[in-house]
C-alpha cells in the first residue's frame, strides 16, 4: 500500500436553509462543539500535510471558527458559482500544486471518524483507485444520491436523487458525501464539471462517471448509516446529538465513572472526569467541565467550564466557570456564577448566590445569601441571609472577610469593607466600615413597644379583636 501525502479538504460553504436559522448550519453544536469542529478533529486526526476549509454563507463566522479549532487550516472562499463540484475546484486551485491524495469531508456530517476513513484509505492507497467513496444504507434513502453500479458490481456513477428515475431511486445504496481522489489529473476533471441537472450546480459526484470514461477504477467503503449521517435540519441534529451524547456516556462509563440514568445525563465531548466519578439524574456537564475522583454531581445540576475536586458533592446546582475543591458541598439550589472559587472542605448552600467570590478552605456560606466580589478566608461561617451589597449604581466594589469570623443572621456588607481575623457580628447588622480583627460589629438600635397602636390605627381587623382578646384575657387573670 502506498503512503502518498493526503490533504483533507472539509466542504462548509452551504446556507443550510432547512435548519431554518441565522447561525450558518455547520456551527450548530453538537456535544459542546460546533459540527464543524468534529469534522475538523477526524481530519487532524489524520495528520494531513494539508488541510482546507471551503466557506461562503456567513464566511466570517466560519472562518472564526476553523481558526478557533484548526488554526493550521487554509480557508478558502468559493464564489457565486454553485455546487460541490465548484467548492473542490477552488480548494484544489488554493492547495498550489499538492501531490498525492485528496479527502473530502463534508462539514455536516459531524459523526464521520476513524472507524470509516481508515478502511476508506487503505483501500484506495492498496487498490490503485482513481477514486474512492463512502456509501451506506439508510432505512429510507429519500433525497440522497444513489450509488449505481456496473453488472460486475463496481460503482459506475453516483446520481443524486432529484435527477434518478424511478428505478435509480429504488437503489438503497446511497453517498455519503466522503471522497478520496488522485491529485493527478483532478484539476482538469474538475473545471470539466458541467451543470446539466436539476439544481443547476456542479456536482463532485460527477467525477466518479469521468473516472470510469478514463478507464479507472472507482472503488466503495460501506458505513454505518449513524457514522455518516447528514445534519440538514434541527429534527436530524438532535438524533445525531442523541447518538453522539450515548456513546460519549458509554464512553465514560467503560472508563470507570457511575452514570445512574444515562438517558437524562448529557456530557459534552470536552468533559473529563476521573474514575468512580458519580454523575446522577438530570445531569449536564458541559464544555470543559473536569471532576476529581469520587466526586458525586447531581441530580438536576448544569456545570459548564467547572472544575469538581476529588471528594466534592455537587447537588442541584447551575454552574459556569466556577472552581469547587476536594471535599467541598454545594447546594442543593445553589447558583455558582463565573468567578467563584470553593476551596477544599468549603460548603456553598442551599438558596446561595455567588459571583466573583473566593471562599477560604473550610468556610461556610450555608444558606439564603447572595456573595459577590468578595473574598472569605479559611475557617469562616457567613450567617444566613448574608449580602454584600457590591454595587454602588456605577462601580462594583470588594468585600473582605478574615479568617475565622462568625457572622450573625441578616447581614449586610456595604463594599468596599474588611471584615478582620477573628470578628463576630451581632445578627441583622449593616457594615459600613472596616471592623478590626477580634471584634463585634453591631448596630445598636433599642426597640420601642408603642401600646394601644393596632386599636387605634387598625380597629375592626381580626389583629384588633385578637389584641383585645388578649387583653382582656391578662385582666381577667
Known amino acids: 500500500m502506498t503512503t502518498s501525502p493526503l490533504a483533507v479538504v472539509v466542504l462548509a460553504a452551504g446556507q443550510g436553509t432547512r435548519m431554518r436559522s441565522t447561525r450558518p448550519k455547520v456551527l450548530h453544536e453538537l456535544a459542546g462543539l460546533p459540527m464543524l469542529a468534529h469534522v475538523l478533529r477526524a481530519a487532524q486526526d489524520l495528520a494531513p500535510a494539508r488541510l482546507a476549509v ?26 457565486e458559482v454553485p455546487g460541490t463540484g465548484r467548492a473542490l475546484e477552488v480548494a484544489v486551485a488554493a492547495l498550489d500544486g499538492f501531490e498525492g491524495d485528496v479527502l473530502v469531508l463534508s462539514g455536516d ?6 472507524a470509516t476513513l481508515a478502511p476508506l484509505l487503505s483501500l484506495h492507497r492498496g ?10 444504507r439508510p432505512a429510507d434513502p429519500t433525497g440522497y444520491g444513489r450509488v449505481l453500479r456496473d453488472p460486475s458490481g463496481l460503482v459506475e456513477r453516483i446520481v443524486e436523487h432529484r435527477d434518478a428515475t424511478e428505478a435509480e431511486r429504488a437503489v438503497d445504496e446511497i453517498n455519503a458525501g466522503v471522497y478520496v481522489f488522485r491529485s493527478a489529473g483532478l484539476a482538469e476533471r474538475l473545471g470539466a464539471l458541467g451543470s446539466g441537472n436539476a439544481q443547476g450546480e456542479r456536482y463532485v459526484t460527477d467525477l466518479v462517471a469521468a473516472a470510469r470514461a478514463a478507464g479507472e477504477s472507482v472503488g466503495a467503503v460501506e458505513a454505518h448509516v449513524d457514522e455518516v449521517a447528514g445534519v440538514n435540519d434541527r429534527v436530524q441534529l438532535a438524533a445525531v446529538a442523541r447518538r453522539m451524547n450515548d456513546a460519549i456516556v458509554r464512553g465514560h462509563q467503560l472508563a470507570g465513572v ?12 470536552e468533559v473529563v472526569l476521573a474514575e468512580d466519578v458519580e454523575v446522577l439524574p438530570n445531569t449536564q456537564l458541559r464544555r ?8 458525586v454531581i447531581g441530580p438536576d445540576t448544569t456545570l459548564v467550564d467547572c472544575e469538581v475536586g476529588e471528594g466534592a458533592r455537587v447537588n442541584r446546582v447551575d454552574g ?17 456564577r463565573p468567578g467563584t472559587v470553593l476551596h477544599a472542605h468549603g460548603k456553598i448552600g442551599t438558596f446561595v448566590e455567588t459571583k466573583n467570590a473566593e471562599i477560604g478552605t473550610g468556610s461556610k456560606v450555608p444558606h439564603l445569601s447572595y456573595i459577590g466580589d468578595t473574598t472569605v478566608g479559611e475557617g469562616s461561617n457567613i450567617g444566613a441571609n448574608t449580602i454584600t451589597a457590591n454595587y454602588d449604581g456605577v462601580h ?28 463576630y457580628t451581632g445578627a441583622g447588622t449593616v457594615v459600613r466600615k472596616d471592623v478590626p480583627p477580634g471584634s463585634l460589629a453591631v448596630n445598636v438600635a433599642p426597640q420601642r413597644n408603642i ?11 381580626e389583629a384588633a379583636r385578637a389584641a383585645a382578646r388578649a387583653q382582656e384575657e391578662d385582666a381577667g387573670a
Not at 466557506?55 to 464564489?79: K, N
Not at 487498490?127 to 451506506?136: D, H, M, W
Not at 470543559?288 to 466526586?295: D, F, K, N, S
Not at 466557570?321 to 454545594?330: D, N, S, Y
Open 54 to 79: 471551503v466557506v461562503r454563507h456567513e464566511r466570517e463566522l466560519v472562518a472564526a471558527a476553523v481558526a478557533e479549532h484548526a488554526p493550521e487550516a487554509l480557508v478558502v472562499d468559493q464564489d
Open 258 to 269: 457511575t452514570v445512574l440514568d444515562p438517558l437524562t445525563t448529557w456530557i459534552d465531548a
Open 288 to 295: 470543559a467541565t473536569i471532576a476529581g475522583r469520587g466526586a
Open 320 to 336: 459556569t466557570l466556577a472552581v469547587i475543591g476536594a471535599e467541598a458541598e454545594v447546594g442543593p439550589f445553589a447558583y455558582l
Open 127 to 136: 487498490g490503485g483507485l482513481g477514486v474512492s467513496l463512502v456509501t451506506a
Open 109 to 114: 456530517v459531524p459523526a464521520i471518524g476513524a
Open 451 to 461: 401600646a394601644g397602636w393596632v386599636e387605634q390605627h387598625r380597629p375592626d381587623t
Open 396 to 423: 462594583k466594589h470588594r468585600t473582605t472577610v478574615g479568617d475565622a469570623v462568625r457572622t450573625g443572621s441578616h447581614n449586610v456588607f456595604v463594599a468596599p469593607v474588611t471584615i478582620g481575623d477573628g470578628v
